[in-house]
């Protein structure tokens, strides 16, 4: 069996950056499978730009489509690069519903949760790798960087801030599958820690096979 990693974060926390930097260093010695969510594969790529592209909708309904993408993600991509042996770097996973969903759109935790255990089967990460930086700050980079922004990158600063705060209280929950790296360094400097850990995580999980 492999090794499940997800990444975390705010808006221009540096995910994506960081994660593809992370599997070049990896690769080096191991079977890596990048992915990110929403999308992965085809029918959860199409409700991705349902999702980042398209009009305000409801909370629920967004809820929703979340987790049936991160269903077809799950059972077409990860489990079976699980089953190879791959070490699975994705980008974003349940915890996003929680924390955007659940907090930021005030729909409630725990029903965001009831959906998503239903859609994961108990396939939590082995590890979640939360990249923390302040979301004033992770916009700010935004903007400078110029990246085009998506429904959810538009939303106000209070719902940013909703964010930050919910994956705090996730971080509190499940302190033993969280490491937490301060993103508003370097990039480089991120990267390496970022390796680090997770080369720990695979030592940790060949003592234990």
């Given at each position: 069996m492999g090794l499940f990693i997800t990444f975390e974060g705010p808006e221009g926390s540096g995910k994506t950056t960081v994660l593809h930097a992370a599997a070049a260093e990896l690769e080096k010695a191991h079977h890596v499978v990048t992915t990110r969510e929403p999308g992965g594969v085809e029918t959860a790529e199409a409700i991705r730009n349902i999702l980042l592209e398209g009009d305000a909708m409801d909370g629920r309904t967004e809820a929703l489509l979340f987790a049936a993408a991160r269903r077809e993600h799950l059972v077409q991509k990860v489990l079976p690069a699980l089953d190879s042996g791959a070490i699975v770097l994705c980008d974003r996973f349940i915890d996003s519903s929680l924390a955007y969903q659940g907090y930021a759109r005030h729909i409630g935790v725990e029903g965001v949760e009831r959906i998503n255990d239903f859609a994961i089967e108990g396939h939590y990460p082995d590890m979640t790798i939360y990249l923390d930086i302040p979301a004033a700050l992770g916009r700010e980079r935004i903007a400078a960087n110029q990246r085009e922004?998506?429904?959810?990158?538009?939303?106000?600063?209070?719902?940013?801030?909703?964010?930050?705060?919910?994956?705090?209280?996730?971080?509190?929950?499940?302190?033993?599958?969280?490491?937490?790296?301060?993103?508003?360094?370097?990039?480089?400097?991120?990267?390496?820690?970022?390796?680090?850990?997770?080369?720990?995580?695979?030592?940790?999980?060949?003592?234990?096979?």
């Open positions: 922004q998506n429904r959810l990158d538009k939303e106000d600063h209070a719902f940013h801030d909703r964010v930050v705060a919910g994956y705090q209280q996730l971080i509190a929950r499940h302190p033993e599958r969280y490491t937490v790296v301060d993103a508003s360094r370097a990039v480089d400097d991120v990267v390496t820690d970022v390796v680090a850990v997770i080369r720990q995580q695979i030592e940790k999980k060949s003592l234990e096979n």
